[in-house]
């Protein structure tokens, strides 16, 4: 299964943007970058997915890097609520689809 | 409410019995998946299912652990004769196939064994 690394935490302050890395230097052409939040006792809900393009809604935003080698998964303006445990995961719509392999993720700190 | 439920949400039970967990699928969902996760670690993939069919199951599904989807709605997943081990919280999650591959994820059954 393809592998992602993330920083084991990270802190942001209110209302600042916030910058999560993700690598995955042997994603295959037809993994999808998909991202997944699991905040304190709930469980994982997803967070946004792509493939090749950045992609927007209504949560974060998702940038791709050319090589698509690396993404980032951006939180325009964070708040409270935010601080999660954020998986980035490789999912191969052509393989076992929805097998989603996580890793241990990022977990983000908020400060007011 | 018409996310993904699961039942018992605490389960605490003595080493050796068995105990069982039910999923309620979001109900257009056609698979249904099983995840465990202990603390400090990402949720670990156990099985899934498509329909009523039982597509994979991870070397993590010990003889002692059975899932089953009947009738392709509801899913069960058992555990006989308990460890201190098998400690977690257990994950239901379920997807549209053919869908954009989001999985909705359950708040979880905690298990603990003394």
């Known amino acids: 299964d393809a592998k992602t690394t993330q920083p084991n935490s990270m802190e942001s302050n209110e209302e600042e943007p916030v910058h999560l890395p993700c690598n995955h230097s042997?994603?295959?052409?037809?993994?999808?970058i998909h991202w997944y939040r699991q905040l304190p006792s709930q469980g994982p809900e997803y967070v946004i997915h792509?493939?090749?393009s950045n992609v927007n809604n209504r949560m974060a935003s998702l940038a791709i890097a050319e090589d698509r080698k690396s993404s980032t998964l951006i939180l325009h303006r964070a708040t409270l609520r935010d601080a999660a445990v954020y998986y980035c995961?490789?999912?191969?719509?052509?393989?076992?689809?929805?097998?989603?392999?996580f890793g241990k993720g990022t977990k983000l700190s908020v400060k007011p | 409410d018409t996310g993904v439920s699961q039942n018992p949400r605490h389960k605490i039970t003595k080493r050796g019995q068995n105990v069982t967990f039910r999923c309620d699928p979001i109900?257009?969902?056609?698979?249904l998946y099983w995840y465990r996760q202990t603390l400090g670690q990402g949720p670990e993939f156990l099985t899934y299912?498509?329909?009523?069919?039982?597509?994979?199951k991870s070397r993590l599904l010990s003889d002692r652990f059975s899932a089953e989807r009947p009738k392709g709605s509801f899913s069960t997943l058992e555990i006989q004769r308990t460890e201190q081990g098998d400690s977690a919280m257990y994950l239901c999650?379920?997807?549209?196939?053919?869908?954009?591959?989001?999985?909705?994820f359950g708040e979880g059954s905690r298990l603990t064994v003394l």
């Open positions: 999650a379920s997807s549209l196939f053919r869908g954009t591959g989001e999985l909705f």
């Open positions: 042997t994603i295959s052409g037809t993994d999808y």
């Open positions: 792509g493939l090749t």
């Open positions: 995961i490789l999912m191969n719509y052509g393989g076992s689809q929805g097998n989603l392999i």
């Open positions: 109900s257009e969902h056609n698979r």
């Open positions: 299912f498509q329909n009523e069919a039982q597509l994979e």
